[in-house]
């Protein structure tokens, strides 16, 4: 007797030979696997400075740039205030007065809003006694008095604050430039300010408003503050410098806040200076005679081909 023969479903034998037709074409696939691109730029960062004392005397930094275009890249600028008094660690004297007055200034306000308070409470009563009239006549009074003492504090600490600005700016002349300028700040009018004579004031970079950081050196607690910029090399902002109206362009008072561009230059030549494999200088200032500062400066470059040192 004859055994049967069977036969497997026609949707089987299709997965089948599908298999092994994929099996076969993949010993004739001439795909390979992507190979990583060139690197077609090189950075590099270079110190240009290194926590240098700097007392407003010139600080000059030498580069060498490889022999390849610098086609982006930026400056990075640390700058420090130490202590004048390297014995009672005292800071700068004015810039003591200057935190001392903010304080006042604060107290002040703080005052007026208890007796503010007080007031309210009183007025808030069902009946209001002869004495309770005198007492808000007096605190009437002395909130008056107080906010007297905030007006005059409040030239105080404006006249102190474009003074201590100006004091510890920071400027930079770049290469191929001629001038320094000062990023990030503007100028005022000397004649509104009357300790400054006929010199022009740098106002807005901000650097002695950074609060005061501790560390420990040689087992001595030491206090320091530390603010640090960035430069784009394709483009920054510094003072007016006269660029559109043939001289400096000088503010009879700070600015409002959102006018920065108006009271600012770009600085757009950087780039194109850099030129390759040269030697160029970089000159900081940061500070004045007496003021303990110091300055920590690098720049970052992007070359255009893969050349290395």
Known sequence: MKSKKTFPP????????????????????????PVNPPAYSYTETITLLDNVDANGQDLTAAFTLLDADVIDGFITIACFLMPYDSINQGWDSDLELFETINDEIDSIIVENGAFKNEIINIELQETITHEDSLRIAELD????????????RVMQVDTLDSYLDDRF???????????????????????????????????????????????DTDDTLKVRRGKGIRLDLD??????????????????????????????FPIREMLGNLT????????????ESGTHTKVTASLYVVYNEAVRR
């Not at 390759?276 to 500070?287: V, Y």
Request: charged content about 15%; hydrophobic content about 40%; proline content about 4%.
């Open 276 to 287: 390759a494999g040269s030697t160029h200088t970089l000159h900081f200032k940061f500070g």
């Open 235 to 264: 483009e920054f902002w510094a003072a007016d410098g006269g660029w559109d109206i043939g001289g400096p362009y000088l503010h009879a008072a700070k600015p409002a806040r959102g006018s920065r561009y108006t009271n600012q």
């Open 141 to 152: 009074s002395i909130m008056q008095d107080n906010l007297e003492k905030i007006v005059f």
């Open 10 to 33: 026609a949707g089987g034998l299709l997965a089948a030979c599908m298999a092994l037709m994929l099996v076969l074409s993949a010993c004739d696939d001439e795909r390979v696997l």
């Open 169 to 215: 700016k920071l400027s930079i002349q770049m290469t191929g430039i001629t001038e320094e300028v000062y990023p990030g700040g503007i100028f005022l009018d000397p004649a509104n300010y009357g300790y400054a004579g006929e010199t022009t004031i740098v106002w807005g970079q901000g650097f002695y408003l950074v609060e005061p950081a501790q560390y």
